[in-house]
């Protein structure tokens, strides 16, 4: 077959972006993609199956997915035209980078934190400007990130942070508000863990240039289903409304999602039960020799640990225990990050741990 290199074709901003691929051996406990583990509780399931078999397939969805809009409206107290749904929050944070990123635009980041802002953004051709986090506890430089705020025309900030779990301070967004003219998003990926009242959701209608990004993919169990959503100024959801793929979000991704959100009272004891596991795991993993774990107020925690890459293979070689190795990125030398899973899933992470780090030492 004569061969093409599509790499000298491609557009230069593209060249040498390698798939996604999160090494997900199979292992018969995955807490390695902050995903929910728990089942969904049998009332949301046979909601979510009755309305997935009462959808026809032949019609195309409804580009905007009012109903589903409506629905997280009428939770957040805002409008639908505050409210733009993605096919995951990956959707909506690359279609900001396409709006309002370019050439001679720039994104303030935060590091460690989420790779793919940094990676939408190259491939928007946006410059990306990173102001590291404190290498002592991973706390923000404030003052670092409203000067490069003031020069740059997004900054995102996750709260709470992954990989390191923290929040970000309100004050912080205040300034960032007051003190710059940049786009601010807030990525609440994973809110729903954190203390009531964490969410900065409300502060959207008085400040058109903060903008929340939310997903169904980790407390509401349904990463499979690709539904995220941003809350923002109804300008800036005009915007997205026009550039998006329109009909990226399919009917039964549509009808799933509202059924869920529509049920969504029914999962506070499933977060409730993972914020419980969480602070479990943390005191358990800390009696670990010479362990160093974090406060997280999402649903993983940052562990670093001598040997932390051999630790990981072992973990899933020797006991079929998947955890994300970051020992090798940037910030994060001998980290892991260990998602929060049931009960039983994380007394299974901490036997093998415990000998696994004990057989290390010895
Ligand atoms: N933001 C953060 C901080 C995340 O960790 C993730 C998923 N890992 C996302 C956004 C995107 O999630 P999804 O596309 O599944 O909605």
Known sequence: MPSLNANERVRPALAGFEPYDPAFSPCEVNLSANENTHPLPESVREAIARSLVATPLNRYP???????RDELADWHGVKRENVMVGNGGDELLFNL??????PGRSLVVAPPCFEEYKN??????????????RESD?????????EAGRHATLIMLTSPNNPTGDLVDPELVRRLLDQTDALVLLDEAYVEFAEEGASLVSWVHDNPRLMILRTLSKAFALAGLRCGYLIADPAVIDVLAAIRQIYSEDVLAQAAATAAVRMRSEL????????????????ELLTLSSATVWPSHA???????????????????????????FSYAPGLADCLRISVGTREENDALLTALHALVEGEDA
């Open 62 to 68: 409804d580009p905007l997915a009012n109903e589903l």
């Open 97 to 102: 980078l396409f709006s309002f990123g370019g």
């Open 138 to 146: 991973y706390s923000l430089d404030a003052d670092a990130l409203i």
């Open 268 to 283: 506070v004891p499933v977060v409730n039960d993972i914020v419980l596991e969480r602070e479990r795991l943390a005191r």
């Open 120 to 133: 939408f953004a190259k491939m928007c051709e946006t410059e990306v400007v990173e102001v590291w986090r």
């Open 299 to 325: 649903n993983f925690l940052l562990m670093r640990l001598p040997h932390a890459a051999r630790i990981r293979a072992r973990l899933r070689d020797e006991y079929s225990v998947l955890v994300r190795d």
